[in-house]
C-alpha cells in the first residue's frame, strides 16, 4: 500500500465496487490503518475513513475513473481539477513571483515535447476529451507557469533599461 499524504488528491470508493469519488486526504490515523478524508469540504457530503485499499492516486487512475462502468461525481472531478492544476502552478512559481515566502513541495518540468505536443493537439482541435483533463490542467498549468517567470525577467530588463537611462 502507497502511504497518504495530508493534503493529497486520491480516487475515494465511495460504494462498492464502482463508484469512485475525488477527495482530499485530511488525516492518518495510525501508521495509515485509516484515512480520513474531505469530499472537498462539499456541504452535503461529510468527510469520512477509508481503509488505504480504499483510494488510489488521482493522477495515475484519472484515466480509469472516468470511463464505463465507473461512476464519479463530475462537480467533485471540477473541483479536483482545480486544485491540481493550482499546486502544480504553484510548485512551479518561484517565491520571488509572489508575496508570500512560503516553500512549497516543487514539481519538476515535463520533457518540452511532451507539453508542446498537448499545446499543439489543443491548437489543432480545441476538443479535450474528459480523460484527457488531467493532461490538460497539467499543461496549462506548465504554461501558466513559464508566462508568469517569462514576464518577470522582461520587467527585469525593462526596469534595468529605465535605470540606465537607455
Same mark, same amino acid.
Given at each position: 500500500?502507497?502511504?497518504?499524504?495530508?493534503?493529497?488528491?486520491?480516487?475515494?470508493?465511495?460504494?462498492? $465496487?464502482? &463508484?469512485?469519488?475525488? %477527495? =482530499? @486526504?485530511? *488525516?492518518?490515523? !495510525?501508521?495509515?490503518?485509516?484515512?480520513?478524508? #474531505?469530499?472537498?469540504?462539499?456541504?452535503?457530503?461529510?468527510?469520512?475513513?477509508?481503509?488505504?485499499?480504499?483510494?488510489?492516486?488521482?493522477?495515475?487512475?484519472?484515466?480509469?475513473?472516468?470511463?464505463? $462502468?465507473? &461512476?464519479?461525481?463530475? %462537480? =467533485? @472531478?471540477? *473541483?479536483?481539477? !482545480?486544485?491540481?492544476?493550482?499546486?502544480?502552478? #504553484?510548485?512551479?512559481?518561484?517565491?520571488?513571483?509572489?508575496?508570500?515566502?512560503?516553500?512549497?513541495?516543487?514539481?519538476?518540468?515535463?520533457?518540452?515535447?511532451?507539453?508542446?505536443?498537448?499545446?499543439?493537439?489543443?491548437?489543432?482541435?480545441?476538443?479535450?476529451?474528459?480523460?484527457?483533463?488531467?493532461?490538460?490542467?497539467?499543461?496549462?498549468?506548465?504554461?501558466?507557469?513559464?508566462?508568469?517567470?517569462?514576464?518577470?525577467?522582461?520587467?527585469?530588463?525593462?526596469?534595468?533599461?529605465?535605470?540606465?537611462?537607455?
Amino acid at each position: 500500500m502507497q502511504k497518504r499524504y495530508r493534503g493529497e488528491i486520491v480516487w475515494a470508493r465511495v460504494s462498492f $465496487p464502482q &463508484t469512485w469519488w475525488p %477527495a =482530499l @486526504v485530511l *488525516r492518518t490515523i !495510525e501508521d495509515d490503518l485509516a484515512i480520513l478524508v #474531505s469530499f472537498f469540504f462539499h456541504p452535503q457530503i461529510p468527510p469520512r475513513y477509508f481503509l488505504p485499499s480504499e483510494l488510489l492516486s488521482f493522477r495515475h487512475y484519472f484515466r480509469f475513473f472516468l470511463t464505463p $462502468p465507473h &461512476t464519479t461525481s463530475h %462537480a =467533485l @472531478v471540477d *473541483r479536483a481539477l !482545480e486544485i491540481y492544476g493550482r499546486r502544480i502552478l #504553484s510548485s512551479l512559481t518561484c517565491p520571488c513571483q509572489t508575496k508570500t515566502k512560503t516553500k512549497t513541495k516543487t514539481t519538476s518540468f515535463k520533457a518540452v515535447e511532451e507539453v508542446l505536443g498537448f499545446v499543439v493537439s489543443a491548437a489543432v482541435s480545441l476538443w479535450v476529451e474528459k480523460v484527457e483533463f488531467v493532461d490538460a490542467v497539467e499543461a496549462l498549468a506548465y504554461v501558466q507557469a513559464f508566462r508568469g517567470y517569462n514576464l518577470i525577467k522582461q520587467r527585469s530588463v525593462y526596469n534595468f533599461h529605465c535605470e540606465r537611462g537607455s
